[in-house]
Structures are given as structure tokens and as C-alpha cells.
């Protein structure tokens, strides 16, 4: 035990602290040398008078510290007079501070096609910067109510009304935070507590990033088999084998592109009421359709006060998915439900931001900026058919909307996408759409890049893709 | 079958969709007439040449949207020329359009006084416009970083480091849509796909908010007793009884207001490594500390590279809980594994908002907002305990910080409760923090009132509490 260590006691004061009293740098410099072992439990701590001409600084303040790091049980009053380290302290390990983790370097070389990305360079302009300043400047409110804004649902059900023409009442529209974000409430709401025994029919191919939510959450994920025209229907599992939940695609099938036949809706919805299955209508991208006018949701089908689709909608495709701005419409018989979930979990979309989406729709922004992206994403469209669609061993999808193409090729798809790898041009394999074999081919994005990006990649994937 | 349906038909046109095409509404038109069944599967349709007279628009408006419908299966080309609601349809219910639900009314004249609301009303001021302003005139990115926008994560260790004395690199900062999203991602986290199995422990009594997050995710809760110090860790569970995960509030107990000891924590961390528990660390109200400085995060004794206290942030007590902005700050173990389930399950929080708290963090505006609404909190602290400490069967609770109070009542809670809500002031039962039964008493909030509204409500709590 050194009885005097007044003299070594390393003790940084105004260094990186400028904004704190002495007092509570001199508390933090203890504790540092605490818990850095420099200061052992036992070991007597200068008296203040010491310990304040040795530092230049008023004895109150050394006294100040002490009395916070005696209240805090870091010292104790010992016999006599003296001030020890609190002799009951483990010795604590040192955190290694201010480590650097080198975060991996981007290459701007790449050109990324990979699906799912919009045009985004022309999303911030003047509605847009409005819409932001308006909502920060509403004085803040001290609550939201579980399912958002009603400035918010209300611009939600009009935007519905006018792009999809389903007609819900905005107590039916709940505000997520993204698609994904959505049918996790959604999930949570529909699993009572207990998420592993949920059984979640998805269409197989498939987009991955919906599979993996149920899965994340616990749920048993059950594939359900799509071809041309969407989901197989007549396929579907029945009875007790059915799912309690199934997620489709129903106006643009991802990836395949199918748009699902008015017969096919009316059996889908027919199952769904004999099964009791909640229908989760994934309307990812239904806006950007160029071939045709999109098709009625099947949310316009259902009945909305006693019916089994809820709809998840999202700004991903047709703004950009860094706004993490979505909704569910709901059913009646579910809102009760998801709105007592969202209030047991949180609302994680912020108020501005939920007032910041509502003024950019009210502006019409949104309608005049997806007509000028349904025209450039159709260029877009014709420069891959154009380089793609006469090619031996390739097999270009219809594409009537969307932003993505996806290529049956001859070729080993492993082989095509890491030789564009090679080449600096990123394209996803088709097969990972499946959860198990799937076909052979890729899908890439052509939505985020510019007609001369496009036309390079095109190139590199003619090049590849054909069967040597 | 109807042979000639055409001048009967109510086709509504330029009423409601006065932004779509003709066609675009004459098929709106004949979808909206089959799901009401005004026509049936098998009628036969108008010629377009009829249809077109009758409505006084172009046939080729009418060949385009029966175009449509052909193509979407409403209609199929029967035998001869003629055509026909497809006769493989079901009839489908109409949907009852635009019921209007009465939302509940908000009485204005009520005192809500229930915990949790900070004084919200000075937070709308230039530096939060400004922060907004910036952050919506960033060029739109494609993709975010599964963690978060470098320079908020960036701000956060920043914040952490002045705020609680705790050193992270802003690599081990995930962003998150507040407190409860971001214990889900957590718990969603280390459950590997299977939160039922999940083990977490909470604090009895305890934040309910906090409890019910594991409770829907389907994991186990249990709980842990709390004494006048905080928790008791000479009793938590041990080996096979051991939580994988445990939610503690060392700072500022919730709701009692003990603070752990230093020895305290340090046991509470070799039981944690020894039991390989993940400890989060609530750290909900700890800026807010009158009677003395806050002491050091439990984080600060933890080594950050390889620690097991993860440090749960936002700003809902500091400035509001409807910006939805918080964090976790993770050891190096967690990182990628917060970061890949992140990945997955999608980042809720748009990059407007993260890059919003980014700059008013940066401003130094947070700082000054906490000092003076410290202060506030302050003075009405001392009026709780001026109006109610003398009182003959009434405890209140040490407040050393926070922004809610505690009183142990001899006349039973929920008389004071009902009674108090008779009399229009709203407060929470004690009882409801134990997950089982509990001490009888009120918890209630001082700091979104003002000091008039504050007088009254103690006043009535007086009345209402005082044994007779």
C-alpha cells in the first residue's frame, strides 16, 4: 500500500475536458486511474490540501471530487483521517481506447447493377427542401399516436386512392418505417407474443430480403412455387398446412416479372378467407409499369372492413429507399391489433419526418416525379432490350415495369457474375431468389445508373454472358 | 345474360379520377361495376363503338381500356366477336367505401401527468431548423450503411464521450429509431433467428415499456429484484439460470431512483463475463442529475473491444421522444452481428433525419437545450418535494435526477388513481412496475407542465393522497 503517491499520480486536468468543472475532471481522472489499475483498492489517495497545492487548483475543488467518488463507492473513509480506494473494488480491466477500425474502402471504379436502386440524383429539389422545412418548424409534440401522424395517414390514403385507386379511410393507413420495417410490425402483431410459431408462406423465387424477416423474427418460412404469371394459386398449401400469413407480389412478381390474372386474385382471396391467411400484398413497384397501366391492386378486391389483404407500400422504388418511408393498410380486424404492437414497440419514424413526407405528397412532388422516372427508367428498359434481347443462350423476362431486368443465360451464371466481378460490374445471381436450386441467369438493376453507365454495362454483359 | 347492358350502365367518368386518362377511368369504371356484380360473370359487354357514342368519347378510348381489361382477365373474347365479363370470375364483395371512424376525443382540460414527457416546447429553435435545413439539401444517397450514417454515428461517440465519459469509436455507434427499436434490433440480434429461445432479464420493478419488447418478441422475461440501491446482484441467477441478456438502469433506477454502487457494478460485470450475459445499459435520464454529477456509465468500467455492457441512448428525455432518435454503443464482439440482422431487417431510420441529429448534435445546441432544461427540472422538483414530503402517508422517493417522482401511498393506489382522474389529473399506479404485485403508490411526471399546471396537480395529489 503506498502511503504518499501524491507526487505520481499521473492526473490530466483541462486536456480533453475544456467543458467540465475541475471537480468532474478530477472525479474522472480517479475513476480512469482506478479502473487503469494505476490506483489499486487500499491505496491511499492524497489529503485534499496536498493534492490541491500539487495541482495549482482550490481545495474545495479536491474535496468536491472526493465527496462524488465517496458517494459514487469508489473511496471509502478509512480509520483515522485517511482516504482509501474502496478496498472492495475488483480490479477492472482497462479499455483499450480510440482503436481505428479500417472500414472497407469503396471502389468508385464499380459500376453497381444490382437491383433495387432508383435514379436518386434528382430526388432533392425544391418540394422536397420545402416539404423538410415546413415539418421542422411544427412546434414538437410531447406524443405521436401509435400508427403516426394523421396528417401523414390521411396524404398516405389519398396517395392510394389516386395511384392505386384503393380507397381506405386513413385510420385504416399505419406509418413504418420502410417496407421491411412494416411487415415486421406487421409480423409481431400477427404472432401474439410468439413470433416461432408463425407459419409464413413466401413466393419461391422470391425477394430475399422479405424471406429473411420472418426468418429473423423466428417464423417458419414455407416457399410457395411462382411461374409466369405469378403465384400458383391452385398450388397453395390448404388446411392445417396452410400458412397463417403469405406475402405476394401480385402486380409484378419479383423477379420474374409476372402479373398476377384476375382469376388467380379472386381464387387467392377465396383461399385466404377459407384458410383465415392474412395476405400481405407487396406493391414494391407498381407505379414504374410501362407496357400497361398497373393492374388494380388486390387490396382493391378485399373487403377493407372485414377483409384479409393488408397492403405494404413504400417510396423505396419510386423516391429512394433512404427516406425509410412506408405504410401498411390494413383491414379493419387488424388495426387494433397493429396499433396496440406499435405502441408496445415504439414508433421509430420521427415526427418531422412523418410530417416531412406528408407535406412532399400533399405537394404533388411525388406524381410529377414518378412520371419523369417512369420516362427514364422506359429509355432505360429499351437500351436492355435492345443490347440484350437477340443474344444466343440468353432469355431477357418481359418487363413490363420495374427497374430491374432479369436474363436466363446458357452459362453458368457462377461464371458470369464473377467474370463482370472481374470486369468492375456488379450483377446479382438469379438463383439466390429461390431458397433452394433455382435457374441459372442474373438480375441487375438499371434504375441508378445514366444512359452511358448502362450502355457500358450492357456491353460487358453481352460480352460475358454469351455462350462460348 | 344481358345481351345489351350498355344504357344502363352507371359508368362515372371525370368525377373522382380527374387525373387519369379516359381509358385509365372507363376501366376503373368496368372493374368497379363487376366487384359490385352490376355486372356479372358472362354479361356481355358494350361494343366499343356503342360505348363510345353513348359516352361521347373516342372509340379509341374504349378499345384501350377494354384493352386493359383483357389483359388483366375482366374481360375475355367470346365466341363470334362479342365480348364478356370473364366467365371464370367470382363474384367478389364490394367493398364498403368510406366509413369514417370516430377517433376518440382528447379532453383538453385534462392534466396528463403520467411519466416520460420532457418539456418539449423549446425545442423548435433556430439550430433545429437549421439541422433539418442541411440535412434536406444532401444530395440523395442510394444506399445507407447498415449502422448508420458515418457522421451521426460519428456525433454520437462524440456526444457519448462529453456527455457520459464514455470512449467508443464511432464504428461500435449503431444508429437507432429510439429506445425500444433499438432494444428489438438488439434482442433480434443475439436470438440467431429464434427469440423464444432468448433469455432476457429485467429489472422488478421496471421500465413496462421496456419489459413488454421481449415479452412480443416472444422471449423469456424475467425478473430481478431492485432494492433502494438499484439492483440487487447478489441475487441475480446464476449457471443454467443465467439470462443471455439483462436491461439494467445502474444511473437512475426505473422508477424507485437508486443508483448501483461502484461495487455494485463491478460484481455485476465479473457475473456477466463469468455467465456470458449481454448487459444493457439504459441510460434513459442520466444528463438529467440534480443533486450530484451522474455517475459513469456502467459502459466505462466495460472494455470496449471486448465488453459485454451495450449502452442504450436517446434523446427521449432530453429533448423529445418523438424524434425517434437514439443508439446503442457496442462492444467490438456485437458489431457485426447487430450490423448483419440490421442488414436484414432494414434501417427505419430515413438518412434526413440521421443526418438532422447529426448536425444539431454537432451544433452544441443539445448541450445547451440539457442545461437549461436541467434547471427547469430542477425547480420543479423542488416543488414536488416541497408540496408532498411533510405529507402524513406519503413517501416520496429520493430524486436525485430524472424527470418523474415516486410516492409510496398508505391509502390505497387505485382510489388515488381513479380519484385523481375524477378530478381531471392523470397519473400511473406504482404497482403497475412489478411484474407481479407491487408497492402501492403514484408515479407521476413534472417536466412537460409548467409551474402553474404543476401547483394545481400537486396540489389535487395532496388532497387526494393524504390518509383519512
Redesign the interface.
Same mark, same amino acid.
Given at each position: 500500500m503506498r502511503t504518499s503517491p501524491e507526487i505520481t499520480l499521473p492526473l490530466r486536468l483541462g486536456e480533453q475536458?475544456e467543458?467540465s468543472t475541475i471537480p468532474?475532471q478530477l472525479?474522472?481522472e480517479f475513476?480512469r486511474l482506478i479502473?487503469e489499475t494505476v490506483l489499486s483498492p487500499g491505496d491511499v489517495v492524497p489529503s485534499s490540501r496536498a493534492l490541491a497545492l500539487h495541482l495549482g487548483i482550490s481545495r474545495g475543488s479536491v474535496v468536491a471530487a472526493y465527496d462524488?467518488l465517496l458517494?459514487?463507492?469508489?473511496l471509502v473513509a478509512a480509520a483515522g483521517r485517511s482516504t482509501v480506494v474502496?478496498p472492495?473494488?475488483?480490479s477492472?480491466?482497462?479499455?483499450?481506447?480510440?482503436?481505428?477500425?479500417a472500414?472497407a474502402a469503396v471502389t468508385s471504379s464499380e459500376l453497381d447493377l444490382r437491383p433495387g436502386?432508383?435514379w436518386?440524383?434528382d430526388?432533392?429539389g425544391a418540394a422536397?427542401?420545402s416539404?423538410?422545412?415546413q415539418?421542422?418548424?411544427?412546434?414538437?409534440?410531447?406524443?405521436?399516436p401509435a400508427l403516426g401522424l394523421l396528417e401523414l395517414r390521411e396524404a398516405w390514403a389519398e396517395h392510394l386512392r389516386?395511384m392505386r385507386?384503393v380507397?381506405r !379511410?386513413p &385510420?385504416q393507413l399505419a406509418v413504418?418505417?420502410?417496407?421491411?420495417?412494416g411487415l415486421?410490425l406487421l409480423l409481431?402483431a400477427l +404472432?401474439h407474443?410468439?413470433?416461432?410459431r408463425l407459419r409464413v408462406g413466401v413466393e419461391e423465387p422470391g425477394y430475399p430480403?422479405l424471406r429473411?424477416?420472418p426468418?429473423?423474427?423466428?417464423a417458419t418460412v414455407i416457399p410457395v412455387p411462382v411461374d409466369e404469371q405469378g403465384l400458383r394459386v391452385s398450388d397453395l398449401p390448404t388446411g392445417s398446412e396452410a400458412p397463417d400469413l403469405l406475402v405476394v407480389t401480385p402486380s409484378h412478381q419479383y423477379p420474374l416479372g409476372g402479373?398476377l390474372?384476375?382469376?388467380r386474385r379472386?381464387?387467392l382471396?377465396?383461399w385466404a378467407t377459407r384458410h383465415r391467411v392474412v395476405i400481405v400484398e407487396d406493391d414494391y413497384d407498381s407505379e414504374l409499369r410501362y407496357a400497361?397501366?398497373p393492374?388494380?391492386a388486390l387490396a382493391?378486391?378485399? !373487403?377493407? &372492413?372485414d377483409?384479409r389483404v393488408v397492403l405494404l407500400g413504400t417510396l423505396a422504388k419510386t423516391l429512394?429507399?433512404?427516406?425509410? +418511408?412506408g405504410y401498411l393498410a390494413l383491414p379493419e380486424p387488424l388495426i387494433d391489433l397493429v396499433s396496440s404492437?406499435r405502441e408496445?414497440?415504439?414508433?421509430?419514424?420521427?415526427?418531422?419526418?412523418q410530417s416531412?413526407v406528408a407535406n412532399y405528397l400533399n405537394s404533388g412532388a411525388l406524381?410529377l416525379h414518378t412520371q419523369r422516372m417512369r420516362n427514364r427508367y422506359r429509355r432505360r428498359r429499351r437500351q436492355v432490350v435492345q443490347a440484350l434481347s437477340e443474344l444466343p443462350g440468353v432469355h431477357v423476362y418481359p418487363m413490363d415495369g420495374g427497374l430491374h431486368a432479369v436474363a436466363e443465360l446458357t452459362r453458368p451464371e457462377a461464371d458470369v457474375v464473377s467474370e463482370l466481378a472481374a470486369r468492375g460490374v456488379r450483377v446479382s445471381p438469379l438463383s439466390q431468389y429461390w431458397s433452394h436450386a433455382g435457374s441459372s441467369g442474373i438480375v441487375f438493376g438499371f434504375g441508378?445508373v445514366d444512359e452511358a453507365d448502362l450502355t457500358h454495362g450492357l456491353r460487358l454483359i453481352a460480352e460475358v454472358a454469351v455462350l462460348r
Open positions: 475536458n467543458h468532474v472525479a474522472s475513476r479502473s462524488q458517494a459514487e463507492g469508489y474502496n472492495q473494488l475488483r477492472v480491466q482497462a479499455p483499450s481506447r480510440e482503436r481505428i477500425r472500414t436502386r432508383p436518386s440524383r430526388v432533392v422536397w427542401k416539404a423538410w422545412r415539418a421542422s418548424a411544427v412546434p414538437a409534440e410531447d406524443t405521436v389516386r385507386a380507397v !379511410d &385510420s413504418t418505417g420502410g417496407g421491411r420495417e415486421s409481431l +404472432a407474443g410468439n413470433p416461432s430480403s429473411r424477416v426468418a429473423r423474427l423466428g402479373s390474372p384476375i382469376d379472386q381464387l382471396l377465396e400497361s397501366h393492374l388494380p382493391s378486391l378485399d !373487403d377493407p &372492413s377483409g429512394t429507399p433512404t427516406l425509410a +418511408a404492437t408496445e414497440l415504439g414508433q421509430p419514424v420521427g415526427l418531422v419526418a416531412a406524381r441508378g
